[in-house]
C-alpha cells in the first residue's frame, strides 16, 4: 500500500529538531552515487525538475521528486517526491513535493547559515517574504538567538504582513526596508530567497562579518548576487558540479573554483568555513535529492505510527 500525504500531513508530521540532525549527518556523509536533477522549460511560464535519487546511509527507501514550477500560481511548486523501498522500489508513500522541499530546504539553509555565519550573529534580513524565508528563520531560531529582523519584498504589502507575524512569532523588533541594499545594511545575516533573474546584491552591499545565504539561484537564468558578491569573500555550495551547472555559480559565469568548499566538507572537518571575524561568507546552494529522503522517512514513519493516512493499491 502507499500512504498519501498532503502539504498539510507533511508539516504536521515532520520534526524540525529531527530533520536538522538528519540534515547534518546528511551532509557529513559522503554521497554514495551522484546527484542528478533533470530541468526542462515548458510552454508557457513554467519548467519541470526530476531530481534523483535521494539516498541516505542506513536509510533502506530512496526518493524521486518531479515537480513543476509556475512562478506565479500559488504554491509555485506543485508535485510529488515518490518515496520506494530500497530493496524492490515498491512505491511506500506520495508526498506533496511543495512541503517537502520547503522544509528540507529551508532546515538545510538554516544549518548552512548556522556554521557559515558569526558566532553571536543575530540580527537577520529577509530578502524575498514568502513560505522559504519562513522556514529559514524556524529553523534558524532554533540553532541561535535572533535579535532582530528586516523584511524586503517587492510587494511591499507582503513585507508587511510577513514582518507583523514574526515580530510575534520571533519575539524581535522587526522593520521592513525599500530596498535589497538598505536591508543588507542592517543586518550581519542576509538570507535570500526569491526568483529574481537579475542580480540585485553585488560586493559593495557586503559588509566585513557579514553572511549571505542565497536561495534563490537553483537552476539556470535565475540570480540574486553578482559574479563580484560570490567572489567577494568565501563561497560554499552544496554541490560543486550542479553548482556550476545549474546554480548561483553557473549563472554569474562562475566556475567551481570560485567556491572555497561545500558545506559537506566544513562540517567534516576538511575544509574550514569562516577563518576570521571580518569574512564575507556566502552558502549558495543548489538543493540535493537526499535531502528529500532525509526528511520524507521520517515523516514516512511517523504517517505509520498514526496510522490516520489514506492509503491506495496502485497495483490493484
Not at 529538531?17 to 530541468?39: K, T
Not at 526518493?63 to 530500497?86: E, I, Q
Not at 520571533?170 to 535570500?192: F, N, R, Y
Not at 515523516?299 to 496502485?314: K, M
Amino acid at each position: 500500500m502507499t500512504v498519501l500525504l498532503n502539504r498539510s500531513a507533511v508539516s504536521s508530521l515532520l520534526d524540525p529538531g529531527a530533520v536538522l540532525h538528519a540534515l547534518r549527518e546528511g551532509f557529513v556523509a559522503e554521497s554514495p552515487v551522484p546527484p542528478l536533477r533533470a530541468r526542462t522549460d515548458l510552454p508557457g511560464p513554467g519548467t519541470a525538475v526530476a531530481q534523483l535519487p535521494g539516498l541516505v546511509a542506513g536509510v533502506p527507501a530512496y526518493t524521486v521528486k518531479v515537480n513543476a514550477k509556475f512562478p506565479a500560481a500559488a504554491p509555485a511548486l506543485r508535485g510529488v517526491v515518490c518515496l520506494h523501498d530500497l530493496a524492490d522500489g515498491a512505491l511506500l508513500a506520495l508526498l506533496d513535493s511543495a512541503a517537502v522541499t520547503a522544509w528540507r530546504t529551508g532546515l538545510a539553509a538554516a544549518l548552512a547559515t548556522d556554521v557559515l555565519a558569526a558566532p553571536g550573529a543575530g540580527s537577520v534580513a529577509v530578502i524575498g517574504a514568502g513560505a522559504q524565508a519562513r522556514v529559514v528563520l524556524q529553523g534558524l531560531s532554533r540553532l541561535r538567538t535572533l535579535t532582530r529582523l528586516t523584511v524586503c519584498d517587492v510587494d511591499r504589502s507582503r513585507a508587511m504582513a510577513f514582518a507583523l507575524e514574526h515580530e510575534t512569532l520571533l519575539g524581535v523588533p522587526v522593520e521592513v526596508a525599500d530596498t535589497p541594499a538598505k536591508a543588507a545594511t542592517l543586518a550581519s545575516v542576509v538570507i535570500t530567497a526569491t526568483w529574481s533573474r537579475e542580480p540585485f546584491l553585488d560586493a559593495d552591499d557586503l559588509r566585513p562579518g557579514m553572511h549571505v545565504t542565497a536561495l534563490g539561484a537553483d537552476e539556470p537564468g535565475k540570480s540574486e548576487l553578482t559574479a563580484d558578491a560570490l567572489t567577494a569573500g568565501r563561497t560554499f555550495v552544496d554541490d560543486l558540479g550542479l553548482a556550476v551547472a545549474t546554480g548561483a555559480l553557473g549563472n554569474a559565469g562562475l566556475g567551481a573554483g570560485a567556491a572555497a568548499a561545500t558545506i559537506g566538507q566544513v562540517l567534516r572537518g576538511d575544509r574550514a568555513g569562516r577563518v576570521t571575524p571580518i569574512d564575507v561568507t556566502v552558502y549558495a546552494p543548489v538543493g540535493l535529492p537526499w535531502q528529500d529522503l532525509a526528511l520524507a522517512w521520517p515523516v514516512y514513519r511517523a504517517a505509520l505510527g498514526a496510522g490516520r493516512y489514506p492509503e491506495v493499491d496502485f497495483l490493484a
